[in-house]
């Protein structure tokens, strides 16, 4: 294989979880090669770095292998070198871990109320714009 569509190419790495997320994130110029915002059927060939913008962190990417098909995790990894600045995965990291601890209820709680719910989603709106507020 010389060539891949880079949407199939990030979701078939597991760098997306869907394809149609993968697709949204080139057509919103979240995807760049050298600096330049590529569509979704943009071909691919090995040995490329791919920026991606993925939930407000800057993560790069070498392409070392093709595949268009979505393959198990420890596969999927020998098709890339994360290419991610160290500082950029440990903020990564803290904020995945702290997601996952901050959006639980206590036990005994049960499910939120429909009011509780829309508080819960502004806060998050709110969080997130400023959040991807990059100033471009």
Do not use: H
């Not at 949407?7 to 330049?36: E, M, Q, Y």
């Not at 979704?40 to 991606?52: K, Q, R």
């Amino acid at each position: 294989m010389k060539k891949v569509r880079v949407d199939k190419w990030l979701w078939s790495v597991r760098i997306f979880k869907t394809r149609t997320i993968s697709t949204n994130a080139c057509k919103s110029g979240k995807i760049k090669i050298a600096d330049a915002n590529i569509k979704p059927s943009f071909l691919l060939s090995g040995g490329e770095t791919i920026f991606v913008k993925k939930d407000g962190f800057n993560f790069s990417f070498l392409v070392k292998s093709l595949i268009n098909k979505r393959v198990g995790a420890p596969i999927a990894i020998e098709c890339y070198d994360n290419l991610t600045p160290p500082e950029e995965m440990n903020k990564y990291k803290s904020w995945f871990i702290g997601k996952a601890s901050s959006e639980r209820r206590e036990k005994g709680a049960g499910r939120p109320t429909k009011r509780e719910r829309r508080t819960i989603d502004d806060f998050k709106e709110e969080q997130q714009e400023d959040f991807f507020d990059f100033g471009d």
